[in-house]
């Protein structure tokens, strides 16, 4: 009889449902007992996704509680925005440890939801239990919680590369200004004209300038590690490629330190935590350089003549951004070594 924990997968034919399976397949302390898609339910999953042919043969189920409280421990929610709100709270009622992959619980404020994803809120009462799980930050909040909201790809890169200078009230929280572009598997599986081929190659563009709906998910962590409101210009770039997000923040200083002493305030702030890379001064990442793995990789510059600091940060949004920081949060609420499942180097070139 298998010891493992038994994981369950909702919504596997999408890019971060089934970017989980091929993490979890690896995992030491996981087995997978059920993958499940309301859409192509009683389909092979291989037959979407022929990559998992001989290796993953499960059948797609369909959304059944009572049943997943017998097959699963875990459930993982990789859905669309909106479709969390009304299953988690079942999950989590049926007993289930929960990690929501989707935007529905990352806001504290439901008006502020409903404003920026244009959804219903989630009831208040799970929106408060859920644990924001940026894993570097809040990881002590996270283990041992039982309903985990994931951040969203563009707050993973963006935060990582901003919390430490600014728990330390070295940033001017008025002056944040942040660049960020990401890779065509961030916006889906699902057919966009903006996503041909014929559109986005050999094309730069920017989008949802000053409405992201990661705004004020970024707004929001900010001014709580700070104890102090915070306010972003945030602006996304789609750039033609599949995977990847270099986020770019420029950050004014309230008071002048070296680029050493920031460097190294970047490197205390990450001690020991092995998914976080900083470079040493004069180099910057790239999102060749994370490609497939659970890395942040951050580059620092200070500019003494404007007294400005660059804040370079690169991750896989697929995987630091969305399904290997979920299972970076359940190492860390199981009690397991972070690493688990994750330690694997960047495919590179």
């Not at 951004?321 to 694997?344: K, S, T």
Request: hydrophobic residues 40%; charged residues 20%; aromatic residues 8%.
């Amino acid at each position: 009889m298998s010891t493992k924990l038994r994981a369950a997968i909702i919504g596997s034919t999408g890019y971060g449902g089934v970017e989980l399976i091929r993490l979890l397949l690896s995992h030491p302390n996981v087995e997978i007992t059920s993958v499940i898609s309301t859409s192509r339910a009683g389909v092979p999953i291989a037959d979407g996704f022929p990559h998992l042919n001989q290796i993953v043969t499960n059948t797609l189920d369909g959304i059944d509680i009572g049943q997943l409280q017998q097959k699963a421990d875990v459930v993982f929610t990789a859905t669309p925005h909106g479709v969390a709100t009304e299953l988690a709270p079942k999950l989590v009622d049926a007993g289930l440890k929960v990690i929501d992959l989707s935007g529905d619980f990352r806001l504290k404020s439901g008006e502020a939801y409903e404003r920026w994803y244009k959804h219903k809120p989630a009831d208040p009462a799970y929106v408060e239990k859920a644990v924001y799980g940026l894993s570097e930050v809040f990881a002590d909040e996270v283990r041992g919680a039982g309903f985990i909201s994931n951040p969203g790809c563009f707050p993973t890169a963006t935060l990582l590369g901003l919390v430490p200078v600014v728990s330390e009230g070295w940033a001017d929280l008025s002056s944040i200004i942040i660049d960020a572009k990401t890779g065509v598997s961030g916006g889906g599986r699902g057919l966009s004209l903006g996503f041909h081929y014929s559109e986005i190659n050999e094309n730069l563009l920017a989008y949802k300038v000053n409405r992201h709906q990661h705004t004020p998910e970024i707004e929001q962590v900010l001014s709580r590690v700070a104890g102090e409101a915070a306010v972003v210009t945030f602006t996304t770039h789609l750039v033609p490629m599949t995977r990847g997000i270099l986020s770019t923040m420029y950050v004014n200083l309230r008071e002048m330190h070296t680029e050493e002493e920031i460097i190294n305030l970047y490197r205390r702030y990450y001690e020991g935590r092995r998914f976080v890379r900083i470079r040493p001064a004069g180099k910057w990442p790239a999102t060749k350089e994370v490609w497939g793995s659970n890395y942040c990789d951050i580059g620092i510059s200070l500019d003494q003549r404007t007294g400005r600091l660059t804040i370079i940060s690169v991750i896989d949004n697929l995987v630091k951004g969305a399904a290997g920081q979920a299972i970076q949060n359940l190492n860390l609420l199981m009690g397991w070594d972070e690493g688990a499942g994750l330690a694997f180097t960047p495919v590179y070139p």
